[in-house]
Structure formats: C-alpha cells, structure tokens
C-alpha cells in the first residue's frame, strides 16, 4: 500500500506546478504564494492531529526550534522563487531546475553533516545535473529589451527555488531532531506563512487581493489541496516504506507536471529536452539502487 502513497504524492506534487501556474497567471505571485500557504498550513495541521502529535509540541527545545524556523525561512524563499519563476518562465524549464535541488542537497549533505558520496549518487548527481542542462535550452532571443530580461530573470528566480529548496532539507534534517515529523512541517509551515504575507506588504501587493478573478482563486486553493495531499500521501507512504525507495519515487512528479503542462499550456520538449528528461528520471531512479 506505501508505493501507492508515494505515487500518490508524485502525482499530486506534479500537479501542484500545473495548478499553481494557472492561478498565477493573472495574480502577483507572492499574493498568490502567500494565499496557497493558508492551505497548505490547513493540511499541514490536520496530519499532526491524526498522528496525535500536537501534545508533544511543548517538549521541543529551543534549538530544536529554531533550526524549524530557520527552515520554515528557507521553505518560504523557496516557494517565493519558485511560483514567480513559473508564473514568467515555462514550466517545462522551471521545474528541472528546482527539481536539481536533489544534487545541492547531496553536495550540502557532505559539507554539513558529513555524508559521504557513493559512486551511484555520483552518477546520479551528473545524470540529473546533465539533463538539467539540457532541459534549459535557450529559445531564440525575444524580441525587445525588456522581454530579453525577463527571460533571464526567470532562471534566476529557478535557481534560488532550488538552492533554498536543498538549504531546507539540511536545516530540517537537523531541526526535525526530537521532534515528530509532521509537527515540524506544520511549524515550517506557519514561518512560511508569516513570511509570505511579510513580502506581500513589504511589496504593498495586499490591495491586489480584492482583483484576483473566481477563476484564479479556484486554482490557488486547488494548488493548495495538492500541496496538501501531497505531504499527506508522501508522508503516509514514509511511516510504512523505506525512505530509500519512497524520496526518489516523489521526485518522479516532473514526469508529471511535464506531462501537463503540454496539454494544458501546450509547452513542447525538443529533441535535447527529452534527452534531458531521460537523464534526470535515470538519475532519479538510480538514487533507488
């Protein structure tokens, strides 16, 4: 039953990305972040209660906490860079990108906490880095100069989506000692919340709140279900299957959101993008051996 719990967060994670860029389309990206997170740290809240670990939340020690929140921070930039990147950049492009955080993270594992490096986490680094590259085949120079920084400034913004994605693996892998799962991401989640409505009135986007159309809203709170269900399954899938099998299964949700967003955005791959493709779903699968 597990592996249908981790396909199942495969799938929703994938579409997480489709949904997400729909909402976005017509609304501040932060605006839109900060709306989906309401959703999320629902969702995130409703798995501590059926674990029953809400009683153990006083029991957790400051340092503890602290590297939650640090987390939470680096989460909440993540999520920040990563919808703005979709919602100027094409999603086929995008998510390879924060989807390379898998090779940070192994790179930050060795530096931090001192994890070695095997040869198939080598080769599954190269693979992944590989087909990344690949898949981020620039397309001919758009015309204007306005638009030509636009089309940089999108994998500027994919890039720090995943250097933070991967900052908050480490910096949850510490914190999430001595505290049950599931309450450490509802705590990260509440930061990311704090955080994502900080930005938006930093930026003076809140008055943008009132014009976001029907459409967009069903689509940001429909993202938010997949977020949510997403955690839902992969962590379900955790508590009875081995961690080993499970993490390289949820990171096949590219296969996913790749496969939508041609039927939805009609975004083709060239011939080098799938080759690309091909390189990062080997890499993946190779994290299984």
Known sequence: ???????????????????????????????????????VLFFSWV?????????????ISGRTLTFLILSGLATGASWLCYFHALQIGDINKVTPIDKSS??????????FLHEGFTVIKVAAMVLIGGGTYLMIEKKKAPSGEEQQEKGHAWLFYAFGSAFFASLTSILGKVG????????????????????AWVVVFVTGKQNTIKDIDKKSWLFLILSGFATGASWMCYYRALQT??????????KLSILVTIAFSGLVFHEKLTRKAVVGLTMIVAGTLSLLL
């Open 1 to 39: 039953m597990w592996i249908l719990f981790a396909f199942g967060s495969a799938l929703f994670a994938g579409l997480t990305a489709i949904l997400a860029k729909c909402g976005i389309k017509n609304t501040d990206s932060n605006v839109a972040t900060a709306l989906r997170t309401i959703v």
């Open 102 to 111: 898998t090779v940070l993270t192994m790179i930050l594992a060795f530096l």
């Open 176 to 195: 999430i000692e001595g505290v049950e799962s599931n309450l450490g991401t509802a705590i990260r989640t509440i930061v990311v919340l704090v955080m």
């Open 241 to 250: 299957g081995p961690a080993s099998v499970v993490v390289p299964i949820d």
């Open 47 to 59: 798995m501590v209660f059926i674990v029953g670990s809400q009683n153990t939340i006083t029991s």
